[in-house]
């Protein structure tokens, strides 16, 4: 579907919006909801079901069977071909990263193997994560594309995994179910270290940080115009922080760490300008989606994103600082589809916020084909490897990671 360096075919256009239209269109079985008559309650009994079982597997088979698609791939598959050519690993990954490697290394199977079972555990609890709220699910789904996440899943995937299961853990940590934490924390540690990040953030569920609307667009604006001489103050202040999690290679490699930033920059003057707009709508309906997602513990997804958002502005130009924020970050996806929800739910004032929200959805549409268009971290022309004449057998001796 497209030669490296070349023009983007529109192989690689088509196969993305097959994969996010279906995608949408199997998960609206699961995003329906059942008034029980006797009780009143709305559950949604038919969340589990073939459709999510048949996505995850469409999504690993698509997703997994990828052949340099993505900047990090090129690192994944030297990994994997050191080992089979030495029988050891020489870098330093996490354990339950490595035990995969070598387990698969031991069945004897090909290398696209590796992407296939990230991209299903990545599935697999992208689902579990919104099973406590399936009605956003078509939403979160649609802006998983949209907003490039989908794209930062095939390239940072292990820590893409870790958010997964990240998520899926505050689930469990607001019903308390602390045994079903501590595993999901085990193995999401086992895949990357700075899982730990994350559950350092517990303490933003505590209580709402940001009540006040004005006081949120407030900060939001005052962060925009000074983050260059705030971030000085919080590279000094977190550089320790780096090393003892042992991602210190970061900073001995920041040549290839900026080229990465710079992949990811392609159009960010546009997605810079769309999410401030999209952030300024999302805190000035703050107190309505509040009140209106009280039961699902919304204000504690929302501290997280808030938090996640002015750091944004902070620390975007780093790699490193943007790498860690996106624990945070990631939840304005999971707000985004609130707000979306009750842009095109609401019954006050309908036709103004519909609107609103199908020009943001198109526009974020456009951004991601122009992402694919400018071959944004190398997520297009996508190939399959089934369809490459000659395949890497032997590793390069990568020096640069």
Same mark, same amino acid.
Do not use: D
């Given at each position: 579907m497209g030669q490296p360096g070349g023009m983007v075919e529109p192989g690689t256009y088509i196969l993305y919006t097959l994969l996010m239209g279906s995608m949408l269109l199997f998960s609206q079985p699961s995003a329906k909801a059942v008034i029980d008559e006797r009780t009143g309650l709305i559950t949604f009994p038919h969340y589990w079901g073939s459709n999510l079982a048949g996505l995850i597997i469409l999504y690993s088979f698509i997703v997994g069977c990828r052949y340099y698609v993505g900047i990090d791939y090129k690192v994944y598959v030297e990994i994997?071909?050191?080992?089979?050519?030495?029988?050891?690993?020489?870098?330093? %990954?996490?354990?339950? =990263?490595? @035990?995969?490697?070598? #387990?698969?290394?031991?069945?004897?199977?090909?290398?696209?193997?590796?992407f296939i079972l990230m991209a299903l555990f990545q599935m697999f609890f992208f689902y579990k994560a919104l099973e406590?709220?399936?009605? %956003?699910?078509?939403? =979160?789904? @649609?802006?998983?594309? #949209?907003?490039?996440?989908?794209?930062?899943?095939?390239?940072?995937?292990?820590?893409?995994?870790?958010w997964f299961v990240f998520f899926y853990a505050l689930n469990l940590a607001i019903e308390k179910k602390w045994g079903?934490?501590?595993?999901?924390?085990?193995?999401?540690?086992?895949?990357?270290?700075?899982m730990l990040i994350g559950v350092l953030t517990y303490p933003l569920l505590f209580t709402d940080i940001a009540k006040n609307k004005y006081v949120q667009i407030g900060i939001l604006l005052v962060v925009t115009v000074l983050a260059s001489s705030i971030l000085t103050i919080v590279l000094a202040a977190v550089s320790p922080l780096v090393n003892l999690l042992g991602y210190g290679y970061y900073i001995d490699n920041m040549e290839y760490m900026y080229e990465i930033t710079a992949e990811k920059k392609v159009g960010a003057g546009t997605a810079n300008a769309l999410f401030f707009v999209v952030d300024i709508a999302i805190m000035w309906y703050s107190p309505e989606l509040k009140e209106n997602f009280k039961k699902y513990d919304f204000y504690k997804y929302y501290n997280l994103y808030f938090v996640g958002a002015i750091l944004d502005r902070i620390v975007s130009d780093n790699f490193i600082m943007a790498r860690t924020n996106d624990y945070l970050l990631n939840f304005r996806v999971v707000i985004m589809s609130f707000f979306f929800y009750f842009l095109f739910n609401t019954q006050t004032q309908k036709t103004g916020k519909r609107l609103f929200g199908c020009i943001i959805a198109l526009i974020m549409v456009i951004f991601f084909y122009k992402a694919i268009y400018n071959r944004a971290a190398d997520n297009s022309p996508f190939r399959f490897v089934f369809m490459e004449d000659r395949l890497q057998t032997r590793p390069q001796k990568l020096s640069n990671y």
């Open positions: 994997f071909l050191e080992l089979k050519e030495t029988g050891s690993v020489s870098r330093e %990954i996490e354990f339950g =990263f490595e @035990f995969m490697y070598k #387990v698969l290394n031991l069945l004897n199977v090909h290398f696209t193997f590796i406590k709220f399936p009605f %956003i699910l078509p939403w =979160f789904t @649609f802006f998983f594309f #949209v907003s490039l996440m989908m794209f930062s899943s095939m390239n940072i995937m292990r820590q893409s995994l870790a079903l934490v501590l595993l999901c924390i085990f193995f999401g540690y086992s895949f990357h270290k700075t």
